[in-house]
């Protein structure tokens, strides 16, 4: 049974551009978080998607935003990239809101 | 109030050593209490997690204690391996129909053998 998968693994940016980073959801799941996780720091959460529709969100910016496919898969847009939007993107899965989030290996995301 | 304070930032313990990891949390609304742990280039992974209804909490060699009026939680790694050389973060989240996890900033824990 394949776990969350993430793609791509690793992405080089130039400030200003766009860039979309997609997950898969561990089987059986149907909701999906984002985390950005910066060098030597915890996770920070992004926003939740279920049901196709965006739950929850955190204290980031509308260039950061998303969506969730009918077949639970996501993916995460980021706009007007910064330096600072370099960072570990991890995507979590898990059954409903309410269980376990299961994480991927992340992509890590470089912006020059 | 969102916030979950870690320490100690780093840790080096001897194999066989118990390594002890501190979590401080001040939003009385967090009612679970995960512990990851996380190797370089991979996701965290969710080691044992403990909700405020019990004091301590045992999976293995890892043991979560938990304090609800002092508002810390803590882990114990017994019998530390070289193997367990991983970052640990702790985290919390609120039963407000998701997780939305709140993750501390990372204990770097290096087991000599």
């Known amino acids: 049974d394949a776990g969350v998968t993430q793609s791509p693994t690793h992405l080089i940016k130039t400030r200003g551009q766009q860039v979309t980073l997609r997950c898969s959801p561990k089987?059986?799941?149907?909701?999906v978080s984002w985390y950005q996780q910066a060098l030597g720091q915890g996770p920070q959460f992004i926003f939740q998607?279920?049901?196709?529709?965006?739950?929850q969100r955190g204290n980031f910016p509308d260039r950061f935003s998303g969506h969730q496919f009918p077949n639970y898969s996501s993916e995460l847009n980021v706009n007007a990239l910064l330096l600072g939007d370099s960072a570990l993107y991890l995507c979590?899965?898990?059954?409903?809101?309410?269980?376990?989030?299961?994480f991927g290996p992340g992509t890590r995301l470089t912006v020059l | 109030q969102q916030q979950v304070k870690q320490s100690p930032q780093s840790l080096i313990v001897q194999k066989g050593g118990i390594p002890i990891i501190n979590c401080a949390y001040e939003n009385t609304a967090f009612d679970y209490f995960p512990w990851y742990q996380q190797f370089p280039g991979k996701g965290p992974a969710l080691l044992i997690a403990i909700r405020p209804d019990v004091s301590e909490k045992k999976e293995g060699r890892f043991t979560i204690s938990f304090n609800k009026s002092a508002k810390q939680f803590s882990l114990h790694i017994m019998d530390s391996q070289p193997g367990d050389s991983a970052t640990y973060f702790c985290a919390a989240s609120m039963n407000t129909g998701f997780q939305k996890l709140v993750f501390g900033t990372g204990t770097r824990l290096l087991v000599s053998p």
């Open positions: 089987s059986g799941h149907d909701t």
């Open positions: 979590a899965s898990s059954l409903d809101r309410y269980n376990e989030q299961f």
């Open positions: 998607y279920y049901e196709e529709e965006e739950r």
